[in-house]
């Protein structure tokens, strides 16, 4: 059974950082591309990023480009969201995904497990 815990969320004005982890075990870590989501409210999930299984390989949403950065630590089963200069509309709730394929995807439905969210508020 595979399970993907998020942590790392919380409030931050508007230019801080904060760092989003996902925990991952029940799966081949390793062998998965990872990807992280975010949903405002009333909003459809949107996609923020995404890496490869062996994690040369990231996408971006524009709107995070240059800001956000994706890893992982395949040793540790986790994969890291790392914000700065963070802005109100990146309010959200924050969710990791893992798909069973090691190449990155920014659809949604190209996921085949998800976590629970973690919330990040960003005050202006």
């Known amino acids: 059974q595979v399970q993907l815990v998020e942590s790392g969320g919380g409030s931050v004005q508007a230019g801080g950082s904060l760092r989003l982890s996902c925990a991952a075990s029940g799966c081949t870590f390793s062998s998965y591309a990872m990807g992280w989501f975010r949903q405002a409210t009333k909003n459809e999930r949107e996609f923020v990023a995404t890496?490869?299984?062996?994690?040369?390989?990231?996408n971006y949403a524009n709107s995070v480009k240059g800001r956000f950065t994706i890893s992982r630590n395949n040793a540790k089963n986790t994969v890291y969201l790392q914000m700065n200069s963070l802005k109100p509309e990146d309010t959200a709730v924050y969710y990791c995904a893992t798909r069973r394929s090691g190449t990155t995807s920014g659809v949604a439905k190209g996921y085949d497990y998800w976590g629970q969210g973690t919330q990040v508020t960003v005050s202006s």
């Open positions: 890496i490869s299984w062996h994690g040369t390989v990231t």
